[in-house]
Nanobody
């Protein structure tokens, strides 16, 4: 079992930055796909970014490329999402997810249905 706890959400004006954190309850560095997904009101959940903890390879949704950066701190067993140049359309609940079997390279294009572990989510609100 892996428990995930997100933090760092909040309200910010367009153009601002936030950093989300996801603390995992057990070591995931031996080869998990970890990712950030988001769900806006009235919309389906979508992938934002994924990271394969073994080698650090990352993938991003086109909508956030160049603005968001996913990273990990293996010593702290924590996943991060640095979000810069935020836009109102980034407003959503952001969820952290993890799974040892998901194909990380393609997972960001989906809705995360194959991920077995999820956090409770953290709200990000971007005002114009």
């Amino acid at each position: 079992q892996v428990q995930l706890v997100e933090s760092g959400g909040g309200s910010v004006q367009a153009g601002g930055s936030l950093r989300l954190s996801c603390a995992a309850s057990r070591y995931t560095y031996i080869g998990y796909c970890m990712g950030w997904f988001r769900q806006a009101p009235g919309k389906e959940r979508e992938g934002v970014a994924t990271l394969y903890t073994y080698d650090g390879r990352t993938s991003y949704a086109d909508s956030v490329k160049g603005r968001f950066t996913i990273s990990q701190d293996k010593a702290e067993n924590t996943l991060y999402l640095q979000m810069n140049s935020l836009k109102p359309e980034d407003t959503a609940i952001y969820y952290c997810a993890a799974d040892p079997w998901v194909r990380c390279g393609t997972a960001v294009a989906g809705r995360g249905a194959d991920f077995g572990y999820w956090g409770a989510g953290t709200q990000v609100t971007v005002s114009s």
